[in-house]
């Protein structure tokens, strides 16, 4: 346990000499079989969620392909590219620092080695609202599909949750 801890620390660390934060990771929320493989896991949909690193009170809710069979379950397999995003304000929100139009807020390998499912935010200033796209990458071709889903910023009222 205590070499656990150890790597975690190095790893924070590290991030904070270099100036970047540790990536994002997603909190499995559900998922569904959509494909029966006699060996391995299933091919599934896989709902998750993470919060915006640099904006308190939103959590963006991820839906995804997973590959199963032997390839799958060894993470060989490659994803398809495919995803939904829907992100929502859960609390106040607060900027942690300036943001970046384009800043990647979450990032999630979907093969072994080449493709990448990313989620970035804009800053659509003359609405006063966050936009959140998320799209698959390759090394040598990308995938022209994704999704977008945007928040408003608007007062927080604890009236407002359920």
């Given amino acids: 346990m205590q070499r656990g801890l150890r790597k975690v620390a190095a790893l924070a660390l590290f991030g904070s000499v270099l100036g970047g934060t540790l990536p994002v990771m997603a909190e499995e929320i559900g998922q569904v079989s959509t494909v029966f493989k006699l060996v391995g896991p299933n091919d ?64 999630e390998r979907t093969s072994l080695v080449f493709k990448t499912m990313q989620v970035v935010r804009f800053l659509d200033k003359k609405r006063n609202t966050l936009v959140y796209l998320v799209y698959s990458d390759r090394l040598i071709e990308g995938s022209p599909q994704n999704a977008v889903t945007a928040i408003p910023i608007l007062p927080w009222s604890s009236a407002a949750t359920p």
């Avoid at 690193?53 to 060989?76: D, I, M």
């Fill in 44 to 107: 599934r949909i896989m709902v998750e969620a993470f919060d915006d690193p640099g904006v308190e009170g939103v959590t963006c809710y991820l839906s995804r392909a997973k590959t199963g069979g032997v390839k799958g379950g060894l993470g060989l397999a490659e994803d398809r590219a495919e995803a939904s995003i829907a992100c929502r304000q859960v609390g106040p929100i607060r900027f942690k620092g300036a943001l970046k139009d384009g800043e990647e807020v979450f990032k």
